[in-house]
């Protein structure tokens, strides 16, 4: 009897080591690349009555021992108030046991709650108010990426009535903004809108169900790869109701041969481990087998990217290897890469799950659904799908919500991992060729040792990087405004003793001293001189290249302080170049400056602002198609255009019509550019010469569908 109580405490824990043991040894809680066949259901749910018990037996023992710790350490008349050992016994099981393995025995042990396909799918659970209350903190859309703006109708047509397999990233500890708008209607499902807004023409007799107002028959369910996530009350329901099932081959291609979509989280849980605040990656370079199945099962690969779903927990950078090694050990029994520990608190920050075009894969289909593809097939798919997914990335991230404007997307290889039959499988045997995350070569390192290190490693290493870039790039800009304050006699008014070449010469000390370098040619020192001298002049060193951002912030900044204190004289000196215009027109900062400065314009009459003004008019010229294109990009001198002609009368903004002639009904397409044309409407109908030319190239165009995409003809309908 002595054996009993621990009996009693270690059996549940050794229930717990035991199927840990099998599911590590088996890969019976993994998906798709780990499970060789299917496991027996029987097997399965014993599996599962196993772990149930060790499970409850454990938290048993542990309330059960709290108790007994409770009555010792409190005061005898507060331990009178703790209820005896059976009766103890009695509250646990009512409450705890029975409770549980009456939702176990109706739920994932049964017939009907299986995991293996989505039976549990319901629509009125992906329209509940909670999903709606929940992306209310964060907020929520699904949107067409831009690209959707490049195709013809026709092209769009092909695209309205096919079924897909859908490759989502980043997997986010929790790929919350994924759910969030891909399985519910939290994000409104998606439409004919584009991430900058623009609306396209929905099809025709659209269903009713998610995501059915654009792709007509889609019915989307998800596979995930982590059995795990069917183990706990609220996770199994959350999943199975919103259609999640085990992500194993054979159970998405029946699914899918049911004429549904099934969405895969490419990247894994892998993926998931770089999940922080700033960091893109894509865990894709080694992962193939969605592109395998895509082939075998006559589908295309429908690419989405869920900006924000990065950034919401934000994760230690540099766990303890203990804690690592944990984590791997872990992820290796149940498929779930718990995270090693938070390094801040969560954020509630924008979700936008982005939708591309479809890579087309007909041509590498097999001749019949379900034989095998070659490796050339499935290689040429895995190129296109990458291409896409970096171009749906780079097209929309300046769009959405979230400032990821500056963002770069890394594109991962696969960690070493486990073979079929259980073994360790080197980097080579699990993924080929290693590829280094993009931009990623990290200076000082050979190329040899480059390949030695891990991907995690390269990327601390490259974050590392960057951040000391950061820190050296905040001092310089300090040191460079102290220059431009104390030693730059045309700005501030200040000692008017220095030279040319002592302004030059002070440039150099004051960038040396920063950079470690006396270069003449410093890009840097360049630009510092040119802002000195106002323009190319003597004692100024010339450069062929682009200047940096940090040299247009230091100019942005000048130009605010001017422009604050009213100082024209200062705003002549520092916009003395067309050049110089169209530079701070092109930049954010420098942008906001022009804008600001021409909003001033009707305040004051003196003339020292109105060269200034002038000065922005021709640093603009030439440039109003640049101005008004978007080329995928977030182009910030569209607003100084807008301000300009929000500002003047007419006859001042007359080249901006002349540089627009023929090239109108472009232009109105744009998504930054119509904004321009809008502008033009408002301020010239009046006129009707100058409107005429406007107006006969849009009216011919007017029915075509593409071009009802903006707001020009609501302007030109008032």
Known sequence: MALFPVTRDLGPVLLLALTAFLWKKHFYMRGLTYRRTVVPVARERLLKSIFYLGFLGTLDTVLRRSGQVLSTILPKALAQLLPSEMVGFLLRLCLLHLPWALWAYRGPLSEKGSTRDDRGWSDAVTRSALWRNMAKCFGTRIVLSEEWRQLSEEQRRRWFDRHYVIAMHPHGLLPLGAILNG?????????????????????????????????????????????????????????????????????????????????????????????????????????KGFVRLALEEHRDILPMWTFGDESIMPQMLKPPAWLTALQTYFKSITGLLVPPGFSGLPRFVPLTLVTGVPVSLEDLWPAKLGDAVT???????????????????????????????????????????????????????????????????????????????????MLLLAELIDAERERVKKEELRLLQMLMQEEAPALSGGRSGLQPSENAFSAQRWVSKVSGTRRQDDKTTSLVVFFLRGGKGPGAVETGDQPTDLQVSSLSEQLRRAINAKNWADVNVLINSPEQVWLLACSERGSRQLQQLLKTSSDTEQAAFKSAVDKVIMGLQSHVLEATASNGTWNYSNYVLQALIQALPVERFTFILEEMKTQVVNVALDPQGCRVLQRLLEHTLHDEERARSLLEELKPEIKRPGLSLFDVFETISR
């Open 375 to 457: 490796d050339a097939a499935v290689e040429e798919g895995h190129r296109r799908y990458i291409q896409a997914q970096q171009k749906l990335f780079d097209s929309n991230k300046a769009l959405v919500a979230g400032d990821h404007k500056n963002a770069a997307q890394m594109a991962g290889s696969a960690q070493p991992g486990y073979r079929h039959d259980g073994s360790t499988a080197t980097s080579t045997a699990t993924s080929g060729q290693r590829i280094r995350p993009v931009g990623l070569q990290v200076p000082g390192l050979d190329s040899t040792r480059n390949d030695a290190v891990s991907d995690r490693q």
């Open 183 to 287: 399985l519910t209607w939290a994000g409104g499902g998606l439409k004919g809108i584009t991430a900058s807004g623009a609306e396209l023409p929905e099809p025709e007799n659209g269903g009713k169900l998610l995501h059915q107002r654009w792709f007509r028959h889609m019915k989307l369910r998800a596979a995930v790869a982590s059995g795990a996530c069917g183990l706990f009350p609220g996770f199994y329901e959350m999943f199975t109701t919103l259609g999640a099932f085990e992500c194993t081959k054979p159970f998405i291609r029946d699914v899918l041969r049911q004429q549904k979509d099934v969405a895969i989280f490419v990247g894994g849980a892998q993926e998931s481990c770089y999940a922080t605040p700033g960091r893109y990656v894509c865990f894709v370079s080694a992962h």
